[in-house]
């Protein structure tokens, strides 16, 4: 995933920015970040999709338990693996959300990378010409 700290903020030209203001640019940019994601994510979803994710998302246990019975065998998965050797700990409710939400991912957006990389551009070069703007507000 997007890291939100001092090497995003070099990439966008706002390396000096100072201290005390950054925490809050970068956590309303994630925030940005997060919409435009979910914004562009349900133009191709259904309502039962959208509201599946959401409770993926707020950790609803009883629909990840469902999606992780559906899925059978997960912990030979390949996804399961790699969240494992990421430092995933097996079994954990950490790991079983991150996996749930990689294949529901996977299932029923297959385009989410490109999503995210057109969203993460397309941030960067609202904030690049703005910067002086941002800049001077400060």
Same mark, same amino acid.
Do not use: H
């Given at each position: ?60 246990? %009883? ?17 399961? %693996? ?57």
């Amino acid at each position: 995933m997007y890291q939100f700290g001092d090497e995003f903020l070099e990439t966008v030209g706002l390396s000096s920015m100072p201290e005390a203001q950054r925490a809050g640019f970068l956590g309303y940019v994630r925030d940005q970040f997060e919409t435009r994601i979910g914004e562009k994510m349900s133009e191709g979803l259904s309502e039962a999709q959208i509201a599946e994710f959401g409770k993926i998302v707020d950790n609803d246990e %009883q629909t990840i338990n469902d999606l992780l019975a559906k899925a059978g065998d997960y912990k030979n998965d390949p996804v399961y %693996q790699s969240l494992l050797e990421n430092g995933g700990e097996d079994g954990s409710a950490t790991t079983l959300n991150d996996y749930v939400t990689a294949t529901w991912l996977n299932q029923n957006c297959p385009d989410y990378a490109k999503i995210l990389e057109a969203a993460m551009n397309e941030l960067k070069a609202e904030i690049k010409a703005q910067k002086e703007a941002i800049l001077a507000t400060l």
